[in-house]
């Protein structure tokens, strides 16, 4: 464990690349139980005023992460630092963290209002400003007219407002939240996305978020960090992960991704060409990638299809012989499953006034798309 810092004079951490202040430094976080390791060697700047989110599948480690930094956790090795002091050590109830449980955590015997002047009563606020600062954030949570009642007459997603409200009340310096929406159904989960953008835009607080469903990270963050068994596989924007994933873990678990293994590769700049089945494939490798074992991956929303071999074909296209395996009506469009002729499976989406959707099992269609949209991944 790594002992607190001597006193001395600090100055804020910045990073350079973004320009702004970094609030939280996650330098070298282990987290051992017995001899299964949690937690990994993860760094991470977190950024005032951000909306971080931990992202991964069950036991990545992201919620080992948030209960560490809440100060319900301590690591095995490794610190944390707030603007260059280490906080390491220090006891949840002094870092002055707000937290939002999976399970709302509210008291069933006090109302709305009591539920959410509960942190500033504790903290010795006086009445008329406890009672100010309630109504402002009932307001901003948009349950000013539920203030009097109990939480068991609310709805899941009040509820989850309700606990909200309670974490930001006094004015915390981060907000921790846990899986917050995991107990809604699908549409009201979107419409408590929005809530929560616009909560986070107004409030100005630094948001650390965790779940596990990619969709919701997409749409929330402004930073995503990737786990996968214990260790950060990928930081980045939600655009930057989503259209340049660094391996296949994250190419497959962020969205829909085709993927095509490549042989005999060439390269010619910043493009690589090689070959897949009887085919050859190029695509633009925007990042250094030192060995030969790559995929090249396709989303499926950048794929095109007809039936028609010559619109296939065009020098800054790649084009593919498909077979259609199946067709799934959504409603606005339709998901076409594809094989090629050596049995490889792709995926690709149209609408239904596509010439294609009327296409019949069987059917030999063409597959095509730029040269730039396709990714090289690592194996």
């Given at each position: 464990?790594?002992s607190p810092?001597?006193?001395?004079?600090?100055?804020?951490v910045?990073?350079?690349?973004?320009h702004?202040?970094?609030?939280?430094?996650?330098?070298?976080?282990?987290?051992?139980?017995g001899?299964?390791l949690?937690?990994?060697?993860?760094?991470?700047?977190?950024?005032?005023?951000?909306?971080l989110?931990?992202?991964?599948p069950?036991?990545?480690?992201?919620?080992?992460?948030?209960?560490?930094?809440?100060?319900?956790?301590?690591?095995?090795?490794?610190?944390?630092?707030?603007?260059?002091?280490?906080?390491?050590?220090?006891?949840?109830?002094?870092?002055?963290?707000?937290?939002?449980f999976?399970?709302?955590?509210?008291?069933?015997?006090?109302?709305?209002?009591?539920?959410?002047?509960?942190?500033?009563?504790?903290?010795?606020?006086?009445?008329?400003?406890?009672?100010?600062?309630?109504?402002?954030?009932?307001?901003?949570?948009g349950?000013?007219?539920?203030?009097?009642?109990?939480?068991?007459?609310?709805s899941?997603?009040?509820?989850q407002?309700?606990?909200l409200?309670?974490?930001?009340?006094f004015?915390?310096e981060?907000?921790l939240?846990?899986?917050?929406f995991?107990?809604?159904?699908?549409?009201?989960?979107?419409?408590?996305q929005?809530?929560?953008?616009?909560?986070?835009?107004?409030?100005?607080?630094?948001?650390?978020?965790?779940?596990?469903?990619q969709?919701?990270?997409?749409?929330?963050s402004?930073?995503?960090?990737?786990f996968?068994?214990?260790?950060?596989?990928?930081?980045?924007?939600?655009?930057?992960?989503?259209?340049?994933?660094?391996?296949?873990f994250?190419?497959?678990?962020?969205?829909?991704?085709?993927?095509?293994?490549?042989?005999h590769l060439?390269?010619?700049?910043?493009?690589?060409?090689?070959?897949?089945?009887?085919?050859?494939?190029?695509?633009?490798?925007?990042?250094?990638?030192?060995?030969?074992?790559?995929?090249?991956?396709?989303?499926?929303?950048?794929?095109?299809?007809?039936?028609?071999?010559?619109?296939?074909?065009?020098?800054?296209?790649?084009?593919?012989?498909?077979?259609?395996?199946?067709?799934?009506?959504?409603?606005?469009?339709?998901?076409?499953?594809?094989?090629?002729?050596?049995?490889?499976?792709?995926?690709?989406?149209?609408?239904?006034?596509?010439?294609?959707?009327?296409?019949?099992?069987?059917?030999?269609?063409?597959?095509?798309?730029?040269?730039?949209?396709?990714?090289?991944?690592?194996a």
């Amino acid at each position: 464990m790594s002992s607190p810092s001597k006193a001395h004079t600090y100055e804020p951490v910045i990073d350079k690349a973004r320009h702004s202040v970094v609030q939280i430094s996650i330098q070298g976080i282990q987290k051992r139980y017995g001899n299964f390791l949690a937690l990994d060697d993860v760094f991470i700047d977190v950024q005032r005023g951000e909306f971080l989110t931990l992202l991964g599948p069950s036991g990545s480690g992201k919620t080992t992460l948030l209960m560490i930094l809440a100060g319900f956790s301590t690591p095995t090795a490794g610190r944390l630092t707030w603007e260059g002091r280490d906080f390491t050590q220090r006891p949840a109830e002094k870092r002055n963290f707000g937290m939002v449980f999976q399970g709302y955590a509210l008291f069933p015997h006090m109302s709305v209002a009591e539920n959410v002047a509960f942190p500033l009563r504790i903290r010795g606020v006086p009445v008329a400003s406890r009672s100010q600062r309630v109504r402002q954030m009932l307001e901003t949570v948009g349950l000013s007219e539920h203030a009097h009642k109990k939480p068991h007459t609310l709805s899941g997603g009040q509820q989850q407002r309700v606990a909200l409200a309670r974490a930001l009340v006094f004015e915390p310096e981060m907000l921790l939240l846990d899986e917050p929406f995991s107990a809604l159904d699908k549409n009201l989960r979107s419409q408590l996305q929005d809530e929560m953008k616009r909560i986070h835009k107004e409030t100005g607080t630094t948001f650390v978020f965790v779940t596990h469903d990619q969709s919701e990270a997409l749409a929330l963050s402004s930073r995503i960090a990737i786990f996968n068994q214990g260790r950060l596989a990928q930081l980045d924007t939600p655009e930057r992960l989503y259209n340049h994933p660094h391996n296949r873990f994250i190419a497959e678990f962020l969205g829909r991704m085709n993927l095509l293994p490549l042989t005999h590769l060439r390269r010619s700049g910043q493009r690589v060409s090689g070959h897949f089945e009887d085919t050859i494939l190029t695509a633009t490798n925007l990042r250094h990638i030192p060995h030969n074992n790559l995929i090249l991956g396709i989303r499926p929303e950048q794929l095109r299809i007809t039936l028609n071999y010559k619109e296939a074909t065009d020098e800054s296209t790649n084009c593919l012989a498909v077979t259609l395996q199946e067709r799934t009506y959504q409603g606005h469009s339709m998901d076409l499953t594809l094989a090629t002729s050596k049995g490889h499976v792709l995926t690709t989406s149209i609408p239904n006034t596509h010439p294609v959707a009327s296409a019949t099992p069987g059917s030999p269609l063409w597959l095509y798309w730029p040269i730039d949209v396709g990714i090289i991944i690592e194996a």
